[in-house]
Structure formats: structure tokens, C-alpha cells
């Protein structure tokens, strides 16, 4: 799966998601500081899941006609590392080939999905 990690992931999260395959690229290694506009643009062009700890991306999206495949925030509150990265490892795994468009929030205790209306 091609990731794009927003620059507030942990650098072990970015490790653990490659350790298992994944391609992850890094706002932390491509353009640190850049907004979440541009964050956003990259993730669509490059067709990357944009995985972000990072709230605002939602709006961002609904206000964008084009959308990257798909978008995690995470809402890692009172969540052990070790937790937030099953609950990534096993989203990323469920989302498989098809994540055209899909908002995935991952809470403490449920990860909820929605398609973006076209």
C-alpha cells in the first residue's frame, strides 16, 4: 500500500508500516513544514493514503473536488503505541486495493469509515 505519512506520525508508526511492506513516504522527509494544503495535494497526486494525527484534513476534503484514496486521522488519545499500531496495521490491511475515496477515523475504541460522495 502507498502511504503517505503527515509529519506529526511517530517515526516508529513510519517504520513498523514498512517493516511489513508498506511504501511510506514522509512529510518529515519530502517538505517538512509544508501546510496541509500541499500535504493534501501530494497525497491525491501521488495516490497515497494520507495517514495524519491531524484533524483538519476531513475539511480540507470536503471541500476539495479531488481527493487523495484515502484519508486516516487518528485519535491515538490514552492509546498504548503498541495499540495505535495493531489498530493502523490492521485498517491499512482491511482497506486492501480499494480505498477509493475513503474517510477512516481511528478512535480509542472503534475505527469508522465513510465514502466521500462524489
Known sequence: MKIIADENCEREMIDGLRSV????????????????????????????????NDHDFGVIAEHSEAR???????????????????????????????????FVVIEPHQVRSRQYEP
Open 21 to 52: 511492506g508498506h511504501d511510506v513516504a514522509t512529510i518529515l522527509d519530502l517538505a517538512p513544514g509544508i501546510d496541509d494544503e500541499t500535504v493534501f495535494t501530494l497525497a491525491r497526486k501521488q495516490g497515497r493514503i494520507l495517514l495524519t
Open 68 to 102: 487523495p484514496p484515502a484519508i486516516i486521522p487518528m485519535r491515538p488519545e490514552r492509546l498504548s503505541f503498541r495499540r495505535r499500531m495493531e489498530i493502523v496495521l490492521q485498517t491499512v490491511a482491511e482497506l486492501g486495493n480499494d480505498v477509493s475515496s475513503q
